[in-house]
């Protein structure tokens, strides 16, 4: 397995966020976190990546105890995008360079260069390499994050709601970037989303949160029309077009 999440319990200021979070991740698993605003999503993938301590429970990757891992193994194992960062006065270049700073032991090697100018190549940044990082549009910034996440060439890759900033066009460039890294690399991937039919579309297995806790893990064909109502409180019908599953709200109150 490349993760192993056991019995996770996680709260803030003593209210449990977390509870009881069981899943696991296989090489070449792209997993799908789905639930209503402020359910946890984000907290969740904060513990994995060790930037939140849970209360109880372990957290393996490949194995290891992240909670027992150095920093520098935890950022040549596990690669993170946040929802939100930090734009500073960075060049795109350096930006994504930063991303194999754990791989580089005492200066920068041919093969880090080649692997920015790869990854920048695939994210179509590459006319963007020597622009300041916040001179950048949120959809731009958010590519240089996924850059920089994927140089890191991580064995497990969690990305906190990944298309939220982009364009069409992008959404889909990017989902299907991540699947291809996900299959040609056989490394598990964690992503938290709103939008359900790129979830589904995308994603091998659906984990949905209520309340803190797993309401359903399933393999994204397994998911019902049931599971997304009790989650999200809306009546919906799941269809299907051209062999893609599409969730289509109904204009009545789920009880
Ligand atoms: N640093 C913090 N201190 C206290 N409470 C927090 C903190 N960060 C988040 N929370 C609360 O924890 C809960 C879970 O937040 P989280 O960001 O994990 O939700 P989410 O499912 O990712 O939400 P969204 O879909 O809106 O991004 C929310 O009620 C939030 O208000």
Redesign the pocket.
Known sequence: MILDTQQLRFA??GTD?LKNIDFQVAPGELLAIL??????????LKCINTIHRPHDGAILVEGTDVLRMRPNDIATRVGYVA?RSEPARLTVFDAVLMGRKPHIRWRTAARDLQIVDAALRHLHLEGKTLRRIDQLSGGELQKVCIARALVQEPRLLLLD?PTSALDLKNQIEIMRLIRRVVDEHGIGAVM?M?DLNKAMRYADTILM?KDGEIHSYVPTSRVTAAMIETVYGLAVEIHHINGYPLVIPRDEAVH
């Open positions: 803030y200021n966020i639930g209503p605003n402020g359910v946890g999503k984000t907290t969740l929802q709601e938290t709103h949160l």
